[in-house]
């Protein structure tokens, strides 16, 4: 039987990583379709840090995390695909930095076969955000060149290797040589130190490919340059809005190449959207983790320490991803 309390870290109000608190709280009771996890790890994200610096909130948990790696605890009526007891890792809402979490079944995943408890907690995010962005925002087609802005970001690393694994060449942009270096190695084209040279539609040409699909993390600083390498009906997607950034665009190119700007976020896409994303991963995704694609595990730290990861995720010297230690 469980335990009816548990530890989890709040966000307690709007600021630094100091507003991180580790406090007790009920262990929630899963409703129908959902599952309780007992966490084992769970994954560190940017979109944690930018919760905690806008404060409390009614509208999501105040326990960040959005992705673990588990045990099954409990079910609620209608679970059909999981028992208590089996090891699993999955998308949540929120409520990751905790010894308990719900999850919705359709968005529970098996727990990859040969990865630890951080490879596990690793995953799941940038699993959703690679292929929901890229093959269902962008449609990304056969053949197609891409464009990562933050490739040994979380998600740029897994998209390296997911894409290279599907034919696609993959060219990143990173904040260092030494990053640059980590890209080619998970399996890029091509890394340009974005503090040295632009990646535009000269350094396009120089590479021999104008590029089709750009996934853009930088909140838009790379937007003008990226315009410049696309490709005719190339794509742009965002993922980041930074500090409330303002797009800048030059709409002549935009009209030129018949371009298509976009972007999203995961965490307020309906559920059964993300449920066929959570399908495509099994089928399409899933048989490549261990083999194709790795996880790339930065660094560890123990639940009552979040506060030094989310300092070592703003600080992004890291390759790869944090992931907080919660059990054995």
Request: charged residues 15%; contains cysteine; hydrophobic residues 50%.
């Amino acid at each position: 039987m469980s335990a009816s309390a548990q530890r989890c870290v709040f966000v307690t109000a709007a600021g630094g990583p100091e507003v991180l608190q580790l406090r007790q709280a009920p262990v929630p009771a899963p409703g129908p379709g959902q599952l309780r996890i007992r966490i084992a790890a769970a994954g560190v994200n940017r979109r944690d840090c930018n919760q905690r610096q806008r404060g409390p909130t009614q509208a999501h948990s105040n326990v960040p995390g959005l992705e673990v790696a588990g045990v099954v605890d409990a079910i609620g009526e209608n679970v059909q695909a999981f028992a208590a007891g089996q090891r699993v890792c999955a998308l949540v809402d929120g409520g990751g930095y905790g010894e308990y979490v719900l999850a919705e079944e359709a968005l529970v995943l098996p727990w990859p076969e040969g990865m630890d408890a951080a490879g596990a907690a690793s995953q799941p995010e940038a699993a959703f955000t690679a292929w929901y962005n890229f093959f269902v925002l962008a449609a990304l087609q056969p053949g197609e060149a891409v464009l990562i802005h933050g490739g040994t970001s979380g998600v740029g690393v897994f998209a390296i290797q997911l894409l290279a694994a599907m034919g696609h060449p993959v060219f990143v942009t990173c904040g260092s040589d030494a990053k640059c270096d980590a890209a080619l190695a998970l399996g890029a084209s091509a890394a340009v130190n974005y503090r040295r040279e632009r990646f535009d539609g000269a350094m396009a040409q120089r590479l021999g490919r104008a590029i089709d699909v750009v996934l853009d993390m930088s909140a838009g600083v790379h937007t003008e340059a990226s315009l410049d390498a696309l490709a005719w009906r190339g794509r742009i997607v965002h993922l980041s809005p930074g500090a409330g950034a303002q797009l800048q665009v030059p709409l002549a190119m935009v009209l030129r190449k018949e371009a298509r700007i976009t972007g999203s976020l995961m965490r307020p896409l309906p559920l059964p959207d993300k449920a066929r994303v959570a399908e495509a991963l099994r089928t399409r995704v899933w048989p490549l983790l261990g083999t194709s694609i790795r996880p790339q595990v930065a660094a560890t730290f123990a639940l009552d320490a979040a506060a030094q990861a989310h300092r070592a995720m703003e600080q992004a010297d890291h390759v790869g991803k944090l992931v907080l230690r919660v059990a054995g």
